[in-house]
């Protein structure tokens, strides 16, 4: 299907109108039965140039499109909602702990913030799909019919971590495609692309068809063209004879020249029309390496945080007149922790033994924290939903002080507002825990 040996480059776009138009004026073809990913360069025939839409922006436009028709229908497995997103953001801001996602109210109202990436891409993850699979296994109403909801979040996902891949030495599905993974990872885009193509909207019509059809195009446009270039750069002949150990196709995308703008404006006192000189000694300042970073605002930003501390008043949270102090435990007056935060409570132990074990020589004090029997119990079933053979299973001892912890702060924290926006919250367990 593709043309004989040649040289090639790629050109890199995001889902513009234009853009597609120009791409079919050149020689692609946006047809779901006929799709064309490369064309001729116009000043060389020999010459080919390989189309890829920016995978950030494809996957805001397929969040648009999901919140859009609330329903998405995956043939033979079942109906996508996006409904389940809500209910999980709600289920998760009732419990006030989360299934250890980045889920957030912004994620759901993003209207406002349309371009900012991370909403979108915390959404379409593995994290994220893993939580509605636990609360439709323990029976929570609303998430009897997730499967499919899970199934698309964890798909766009992974097609978007081999597109936007960094380094060799990511995890997973992050880790930029190599030799040794080239051939199933070939495999994996080429069923995903026909996955796309499929996706149906509530009335039964195929995505591809309805005016929210850029992403998919896009997504599978760039998927024939990474496999195209996987198989001359990585498993063909490469450029000059010689194969390229890794393909990193974060080099793809657009978010280079974005940082790169984001570092001009910021220069500038973030003016949007810089002068000529301001331009050259932002310009000379960015290779000098000096100022690298993004602004904190920037929509290319994925790994940033979420949290918005927000202090209050102490008489809020806690009033040192209230408690008496006593000669026996209130221990039974703590709130009673349900299945839900029993279950992320022993996955958060076994965050905290995780990072203590490489701290600690004794091999006593280490058997304490870990229960090497891996009991299955009710409050595991997250955990090991979650393990992938790395996790570790904390002891007994461990969880109890974690859930313990919990129930204080729930007694000391409004159900309002979030613990990290508590000001001196240590002080008001200190002096909890003395009374």
């Known amino acids: 299907m593709w043309p004989g040996d040649f040289q090639q480059i790629f050109w890199r776009i995001d889902g513009l109108s234009a853009n597609l138009k120009t791409l079919q004026n050149l020689g692609c073809s946006f047809d779901d039965e006929n799709l064309n990913s490369l064309f001729p360069h116009p000043a060389n025939s ?11 922006h494809m996957l805001k436009l397929a969040r648009n499109c999901f919140s859009e028709y609330q329903t998405i229908v995956i043939p033979g497995v079942g109906k996508a909602k996006w409904q389940h997103i809500q209910h999980l953001h709600s289920k998760q801001a009732s419990e006030g702990l989360r299934l250890a996602n980045k889920l957030t109210q912004a994620h759901i109202n993003f209207q406002n913030q349309k371009m900012k990436v991370r909403l979108a891409v915390q959404i379409f993850s593995s994290s994220c799909a893993s939580a509605p699979e636990f609360l439709r296994k323990q029976g929570v109403v609303g998430f009897s019919d997730s499967v499919a909801t899970e199934t698309l979040l964890r798909t766009l996902g992974k097609v978007f971590d081999i ?50 059809r850029t992403f998919v195009i896009g997504l599978c446009v760039t998927i024939d063209s990474i496999v195209y270039l996987l198989k001359k750069l990585l498993l063909g002949d490469g450029v000059n004879g010689i194969c390229l150990k890794y393909l990193p196709t974060y080099k793809f995308s657009q978010d280079n020249i974005e940082v790169m703008f984001g570092i001009i404006r910021r220069r500038g006192g973030w003016s949007n029309n810089p002068t000529a000189l301001q331009f050259s000694y932002a310009f000379r300042a960015v290779l000098s390496h000096v100022g690298v970073v993004g602004s904190r605002s920037s929509n290319v930003l994925v790994a940033d945080s979420d949290d918005i501390l927000q202090p209050c008043e102490p008489d809020d949270v806690f009033v040192e007149d209230s408690f008496v102090s006593v000669d026996h435990s209130y221990c039974s007056l703590l709130p009673v922790l349900s299945s839900y935060v029993d279950n992320v409570c022993v ?80 002080q008001w367990l200190e002096n909890f825990c003395q009374t």
């Open 347 to 426: 996955y958060i132990s076994g965050f905290v033994v995780r990072r203590l074990l490489p701290r600690l020589k004794c091999s006593d004090c280490r058997s304490l924290l870990v229960d090497v029997t891996k009991r299955s119990a009710p409050d595991t079933c997250f955990l090991e939903l979650k393990d992938r053979g790395g996790l570790v299973c904390p002891s007994r001892g461990v969880v109890r002080i974690v859930q313990t912890a919990e129930r204080n702060f729930r007694t000391l924290v409004p159900r309002d507002k979030p613990i990290h926006a508590i000001s001196r919250l240590g």
């Open 163 to 212: 597109l936007n891949s960094r380094t060799q030495f990511g995890k997973g599905f992050k880790s930029a495609t190599n030799r040794n993974n080239a051939e199933w990872r070939i495999r994996f885009l080429e069923e995903s692309k026909n996955f796309l193509l499929n996706l149906e909207d509530s009335t039964g019509k195929k995505i591809v068809k309805t005016k929210r």
């Open 46 to 56: 020999d010459l080919y140039v390989a189309a890829v839409f920016d995978p950030c």
